[in-house]
């Protein structure tokens, strides 16, 4: 199974972007998904999860900006980003996995925050 990331760009601060996370096979119907961010010179954090339930959790930093989603008919998982800041400014990773069977990451898809 492979996740493919995309949806990330060039934004000004106040702005949105929606991040995609497809996977070639099922997993998230049955799992877990979740997105992380990398900011340069910081270590990989968690920002948000999603389960097969719909049962949602957020970093505080983005509660009431983010929001997760899944849609599980094309095995895809969303991240809306509304209200960027500068300091949102991170390569996004998308992860899924089903515990104790199998987890798999996305390549990265760069958030760029900037007037």
């Known amino acids: 199974v492979q996740l493919q990331a995309s949806g990330g760009g060039l934004v000004q601060p106040g702005g949105s972007l929606k991040l995609s996370c497809a996977a070639s096979?099922?997993?998230?119907?049955?799992?877990?998904a979740a997105w992380y961010r990398q900011a340069p010179g910081k270590q990989r954090e968690w920002v948000a999860t999603?389960?097969?339930?719909?049962?949602?959790r957020y970093t505080d930093s983005v509660k009431g900006r983010f929001t997760i989603s899944g849609d599980n008919t094309k095995n895809t998982v969303y991240l809306q980003m509304n209200g960027l800041k500068p300091e949102d400014t991170a390569v996004y990773y998308c992860?899924?996995?089903?515990?104790?069977?199998?987890?798999?990451w996305g390549q990265g898809t760069q958030v760029t925050v900037s007037s």
């Open positions: 992860r899924q996995w089903r515990s104790g069977r199998d987890d798999y």
């Open positions: 096979g099922t997993i998230f119907s049955s799992g877990n």
């Open positions: 999603i389960n097969s339930g719909g049962f949602t």
